[in-house]
């Protein structure tokens, strides 16, 4: 079974480039089957979410092809009229895009239900509101396909219960093709979401206010192809930031838009790391023991969920209590058992950890249970002292591309074996490492 062998103790200095927004790809590849013309679209991260994706398109008639490794050429000019379903597409959350891109330009579709990390309940209720709202029918049969179809779809104002980025989304391709205009109201106002709006937008969409939790919509009669650049990911650039604190680091994180960081740089600089920003890019240095905070999980422009495992493992490590308040899912707790088999002090009560700092995290083996939990769990072990091995990583490489390649150019010792043979020859290769 591939898993990671860590070596920790070693700081990571240097520099990292960020690849491509995966929930923002993930949108934007399914929304690229509306167009009446082949688009392409770049800076997309080699994921494995990402094939996933790419496979459903390529299994309904969407052609594609694939001129570099960060680059798609999608045409969704003959899609067959036949479900999205296959093993791959049910383990991942964002093959429900498809429905969106779907029922906006055929008023049809029927995809697999989601799969994805088990975190909690993420009903799609909301996007069967919104797809209802636009004047579809929308049934959930056997074995497990959600099946929308309308004669022609109708702008409607949709107010949204609970603020939902996968809502928001699918609601905005269905109505981009929809007669008339529509109106979401307490839209989710995530970077992925304003980048669809964008690339929609360079289609010939009429589409304003993403980014606000209003969102109008003009409907048009069909979208025109385009050449589009996928965002920076937010969140690999927070693992990094994060991880660079946690092992008192030096990292600079390029290819970033600082703006999506302000979270995640104001809870560093509160806790005592330097944080020096540039147009493109942000460093983190953390020179000394950091200090404990709270922290309470938000929608955009709040401290995200997903960097909930990743500032819970660098507040292990900080002086004094912090809490850490998860608000999005219920089940995100779920790696804190594993991070006690380093040493880490962490006391669960509901939704909320109490974190009760700890000089240092000791080598163990561990069990990704998710995808940002399995890149937390890296992080820890990249802090602390002795061996880890990190099993379960399929987790972590739906979301992270190069992921130990990265953190090698920065000076960690980490790396990817399938046998005790690998595992031997990556611990000999640590132990003749000189740490200057």
């Given amino acids: ?46 994921v494995s979410d990402i094939r996933a994706i790419v496979g459903a398109i390529e299994q309904i008639g969407g052609e594609v092809s694939h001129p570099d490794r960060h680059t798609y050429v999608i045409n969704g000019a003959h899609i067959k009229d036949e479900p999205v379903d296959n093993e791959a597409v049910r383990k991942i959350r964002g093959s429900y895009y498809l429905i969106g891109a779907l029922l906006g330009k055929y008023s049809k579709a029927v995809v697999a239900l989601p799969g994805g990390c088990n975190i909690g309940l993420r009903p799609i209720d909301q996007h069967i509101k919104g797809f209802r709202a636009l004047g579809a029918s929308v049934r959930v049969c056997p074995p497990g396909l959600v099946e929308a179809k309308a004669d022609h779809l109708v702008g409607s104002h949709i107010y949204m219960d609970v603020v939902s980025v996968g809502a928001t989304i699918n609601i905005i391709m269905a109505a981009t093709l929809a007669k008339g205009n529509t ?31 209003i969102i109008r919509i003009k409907g048009v009669d069909h979208l025109h192809g385009t050449e589009y650049s996928i965002i920076p990911d937010q969140i ?15 990292v600079t994180i390029t290819n970033v ?41 938000l929608p955009y422009p709040g401290f995200p969920t997903d960097m909930q495992p990743q500032i819970s493992v660098l507040l292990g490590l900080s002086k004094g209590t912090s809490i850490v308040t998860e608000s999005i899912f219920e089940n995100r707790f779920k790696y804190i058992d594993e991070l006690a088999k380093m040493g880490g002090m962490v006391h669960v009560e509901g939704n909320t950890a109490i974190i009760e700092g700890v000089d240092h995290y000791t080598g163990a083996n561990v069990k990704a249970p998710d995808l940002r939990a399995g890149a937390a769990l890296v992080s820890a072990a990249l802090s602390a002292q002795g061996y880890s091995e990190v099993y379960d990583i399929h987790y972590v490489e739906r979301g992270y591309e190069d992921f130990p390649e990265k953190l090698r150019s920065l000076g960690g010792c980490i ?15 640590f132990n003749m490492r000189v740490v200057g």
């Fill in 1 to 46: 079974m591939d898993h990671y062998v860590i070596k920790g103790g070693n700081p990571l200095v240097g520099e990292v480039e960020i690849a491509g927004a995966k929930n923002a790809a993930l949108a934007i590849l399914s929304a690229s089957i509306m167009a009446s013309q082949p688009v392409t679209i770049e800076n997309v991260p080699d």
């Fill in 183 to 213: 109106i979401i109201e307490n839209a989710a106002k995530e970077p992925h979401v304003v980048d669809l709006a964008n690339f929609l937008n360079s289609m010939g969409a009429h589409i304003r206010g993403a980014g606000t939790d």
């Fill in 236 to 250: 690999e650039a927070g693992t990094f930031m994060y991880a660079a604190a946690a092992t008192k680091g030096d």
């Fill in 257 to 297: 838009i600082p703006k999506h960081l302000e979270c995640l740089t104001a809870k560093l600089i509160e806790i005592g790391c330097e944080v020096i920003e540039s147009d493109d890019s942000v460093r983190v240095v953390a020179k000394r023991r950091l200090d404990h905070t709270n922290v309470k999980t």
């Fill in 415 to 429: 790396a990817k074996v399938s046998n005790s043979d690998e595992e031997r020859k990556a611990v000999n290769s």
